[in-house]
């Protein structure tokens, strides 16, 4: 069976509630790779005593660019995102554009909780049956220029 993996990303305010989320499923995330921008990552790290998650740089300074460079290279399963709706966020165009990337690729988003775990407990985190169709793009990347 391949193992799946997560990325996990929150904003400050919802870093908290992304920790205790995970802690809550500890059970499901133990046979899942994870990945996380680097504050989150950290919190994850010593809140869980998980050491094989994969930290990244934080959000702002390149973190969010380094997970959608994942889910471009088809490393990421499913992208766990909460975001703060309430609070503007300077890397604002990051956050679009790593939303972006995993909508291309076909990367189911979870941006709250509810949406995490309708997504953590469906039969296709662990049916190794079902993979979601990748996007042909051969058109676009075969497509001659002026």
Known sequence: MAVKSVALVAHDNKKRELVDWVAENQTRFATLRLYASGTTGRLLRENLGRDDITCLLSGPLGGDQQIGAKIAEGEIDLLV???????????????????????????????????????LTSAYMTDDQHQPKKPDFSSYTGRSVN
Do not use: S, Y
Not at 96 to 113: D, E, G, M, S, T
């Open 81 to 119: 995102f909460f975001w703060d709706p309430l609070e503007p966020q300077p890397h604002d165009p990051d956050i679009k554009a790593l939303l972006r990337i995993a909508a291309l690729w076909n990367i189911p988003v979870a941006c709250n909780r509810a949406t995490a775990e309708f997504i």
